[in-house]
């Protein structure tokens, strides 16, 4: 399993990693309002099992809230002891750069 990278918080929306594949919107959604107004929750879910892929995305209202979130709640056990990583997510044409890049030789 690689580690992810920790990437800046830039906008208001973060990646959450290490999630347990029982975690439900709901269960994000009511840890991410401890630290501020959440918008939106979506889970990744595998298009053919229909299950979890262990990470989602999380909106908040403002980018000082999700710099907060991280603050708290990055390496914060939760759901079966796993420990979150949290940060910010990447931007969509930053993510498809990266798929199209060709592995070093």
Do not use: W
């Amino acid at each position: 399993m690689r580690k992810p990278e920790l990437v800046e918080v830039t906008s208001a929306r973060l990646y959450v990693g290490n999630l347990s594949f029982d975690a439900a919107e709901s269960d994000l959604t009511e840890l991410f309002s401890g630290v501020g107004t959440v918008q939106n929750v979506e889970i990744v879910m595998n298009r053919h099992t229909m299950r979890s892929k262990g990470f989602a995305f999380v909106q908040m209202q403002s980018v000082d809230e999700a710099k907060r979130a991280v603050t708290e709640l990055h390496d914060k056990e939760y759901m079966g002891g796993r420990k979150l990583v949290v940060s910010g997510a990447k931007a969509v044409e930053e993510r498809r750069s990266e798929r199209t890049r060709q592995p070093e030789q």
